[in-house]
Nanobody
């Protein structure tokens, strides 16, 4: 069974920084792309940043130049460094992984439980 566990959320003032981490554990044969999504109250979940297994990245326009996604394949961990945070970045942030658990199981999308990020004076 594959689990994704996020950490690093919290309350920060505008202009501040936070670093989110997400570690995948359990039966894992291979991790393909990993990503961070967020969902603000009353809004749909949206892609924030994605990183492929080879390290290519993609960002939402709203976070380009402020957020950086990275991964440590040896630790099955993905990070999201968030700088110059704005109140509109307030949301629950979810980790997502495209993971193949075993050779006999097809690759599936797995989600973490979410971590709250609040940007407020």
């Amino acid at each position: 069974q594959v689990q994704l566990v996020e950490s690093g959320g919290g309350l920060v003032q505008p202009g501040g920084s936070l670093r989110l981490s997400c570690t995948a554990s359990g039966s894992i044969l291979r991790i393909y792309a990993m990503a961070w999504y967020r969902q603000a109250p009353g809004k749909q979940r949206e892609l924030v940043a994605l990183i492929t297994s080879s390290g290519s990245t993609n960002y939402a326009d709203s976070v380009k130049g402020r957020f950086t996604i990275s991964r440590d394949n040896a630790k099955n961990t993905v990070y999201l460094q968030m700088n110059s945070l704005k109140p509109e970045d307030t949301a629950v942030y979810y980790c997502n992984g495209d993971i193949q658990p075993t050779a006999r199981v097809v690759r599936l999308d797995y989600w973490g439980q979410g971590t709250q990020v609040t940007v407020s004076p």
